[in-house]
């Protein structure tokens, strides 16, 4: 249980171009899921909490108007890098909690890898 | 702003050796905490988590928390090559966040 899967894998895209990412929990409902990035030898930095019918909680620094995430379902959440720049190149992973998790267990999907040219 | 540290590495250890790993973290009220596993390239995976002083063992996994302290470890008996990996100590905030450390990376050598 508690597979959470990610689509693309890998997406290459121009400067400029807006990218979407899907993030979707397998075998559970997920009310909350996490977007998280992580850059070359850094870790993990969480950018926002999705939440599903309401709207994301972004961490301070984070433009929501770049990054914008929808949770319309109880198994999707979607990450849209709006105007993509390669500076936003990096490795996009969420993570979802399983209602079962008593103490915020979060299991990550496969990751995104976001390459701008 | 809560913390969680971690030796970088590389800490390399013989195959079957067991590998210690340290974290410390800032939040004196931190409760939960996990361990994940990160190969390179790939996405981390959940391995132990941890939620009272003591120990716990799953495996050839025994995580340690020690509260007064403020330091959770993880300890792998038998170490495989197959082990060699980036290792996450995460502190589970309470506000259904986790904060990584920036992890460990695991050499272990046939």
């Known amino acids: 249980g508690a597979v959470v899967s990610q689509h693309p894998s890998w997406v290459i895209c121009k400067s400029g171009t807006s990218v979407k990412i899907e993030c979707r929990s397998l075998?559970?409902?997920?009310?909350?899921m996490f977007w998280y990035r992580q850059f070359p030898k850094q870790s993990l930095m969480l950018m926002a909490t999705s939440n599903e019918g309401s709207k994301a909680t972004y961490e301070q620094g984070v433009e929501k108007d770049k990054f914008l995430i929808n949770h319309a379902s109880l198994t999707l959440s979607t990450l849209t890098v709006t105007s993509a720049h390669p500076e936003d190149s990096s490795f996009y992973i969420c993570?979802?909690?399983?209602?079962?998790?008593?103490?915020?267990?979060?299991?990550f999907g496969p990751g995104t890898r976001l390459t701008v040219l | 702003q809560k913390e969680v540290e971690q030796n970088s590495g590389p800490l390399s250890v013989p195959e079957g050796a067991i590998a210690s790993l340290n974290c410390t973290y800032s939040d004196r009220g931190s409760q939960s905490f996990f361990w994940y596993r990160q190969y390179s390239g790939k996405s981390p995976e959940l391995i132990m988590s941890?939620?009272?002083?003591g120990d716990k063992e799953d495996g050839r996994f025994t995580a340690q928390l020690n509260k007064a302290s403020q330091y959770v470890s993880l300890l792998i008996r038998d170490s495989q090559p197959s082990d060699s990996a980036t290792y996450l100590c995460a502190d589970n905030t309470g506000f259904q966040k986790l904060v990584f450390g920036t992890g460990t990376r695991l050499l272990v050598s046939p």
């Open positions: 075998d559970f409902q997920a009310t909350t």
């Open positions: 941890i939620y009272s002083n």
């Open positions: 993570s979802a909690r399983p209602p079962e998790a008593t103490y915020n267990e979060q299991f």
